[in-house]
């Protein structure tokens, strides 16, 4: 069974080969893809895998962008960090996804799957319809990635990646899970424009957080609420009284 990954991240790219070919002894990686551009290229020129594992966020853009520019007849089994909403449009269309971060039994059971419904990807018009569906439902519109100041030039990173956007003195900064701070060419309003609204939250003025980023959030003076984060902020994140309300609906939510 010849199989390709697309993956941007080498070590997540190489952890994923690895687990692929000890849980199936018949399964072999023909080639790892680490961008939308080289993706595409090679789909184009070389012969059709018999599976894709695909990660949604690559350096260059989305994976979706790969499967509008070329006619894929192989089943997808995406790898990523959405939340339950994406989950659902995966399951919904018989398209498989693991959550990162990937484990040997995640990928076991989903190539387990792939050769149990292997004669329903038979047909590519079968195939094309059910990315096609996935496609529509998890192309929200919202930025996917941010280009930020990386010392002489500009880098992109993940929106998933980022844990808040803080704004003080004219300056925007991007403060990544990872610990590491960006200036961006954005105003904050911009970017809550930008960012989903699922996932992210004006809390003030100065700040943005990503759901994913809050490590806990503890009740402060005159009814209000402090957030605590998986990366320390310049100051304290405070939402008002009058914001409480809707930032724990959001969050529960």
């Known amino acids: 069974m010849k199989i390709i990954i697309i993956e941007d991240e080498l070590r997540t790219a190489n952890e994923l080969k690895s687990i692929i070919e000890s849980v199936d002894k018949e399964a072999k990686v023909v080639t790892v893809l680490y961008s939308v551009s080289s993706a595409i290229q090679w789909l184009k020129e070389n012969p059709a895998p018999e599976l894709i594992f695909s990660d949604i966020q690559l350096g260059d853009g989305l994976s979706f962008e790969i ?20 989950i659902q449009a995966f399951e919904s269309n018989s ?14 059971k ?4 792939y050769r149990a419904v292997k004669g329903h990807y038979a047909d590519p018009a079968v195939v094309q319809k059910n990315i096609g569906k996935v496609l529509k439902q998890m192309d929200t519109g919202y930025r996917q990635s941010i280009l930020v100041y ?13 844990c ?11 403060y990544s899970l990872d610990n590491r701070s960006y200036v961006i060419p954005h105003t904050i309003d911009q970017m809550e424009v930008m960012l989903n609204p699922e996932l ?13 980023g809050i490590r806990s959030i503890e ?35």
């Open 110 to 113: 989903s190539i387990r799957k």
């Open 95 to 108: 398209v498989d996804y693991l959550l990162k971060p990937i484990e040997e039994a995640m990928v076991e």
């Open 67 to 86: 499967f509008r520019e070329v006619s894929i007849n192989a089943p997808i089994i995406f790898c990523t960090a959405y939340d339950q909403y994406a």
């Open 150 to 162: 990386y010392r002489e030039s500009m880098i992109p990173v993940k929106v998933v990646d980022i």
């Open 200 to 212: 992210f939250f004006k809390t003030n003025r100065q700040f943005i957080v990503n759901k994913n």
């Open 219 to 253: 009740h402060y003076f005159n009814r209000r609420l402090v957030l605590k984060l998986q990366v320390e902020p310049p100051v304290k994140i405070i939402v008002s009284r009058l914001r409480s309300p809707d930032f724990l609906y959001w969050i529960e939510h």
């Open 164 to 174: 808040f956007v803080y704004a003080a003195n004219g300056v925007v900064m991007l």
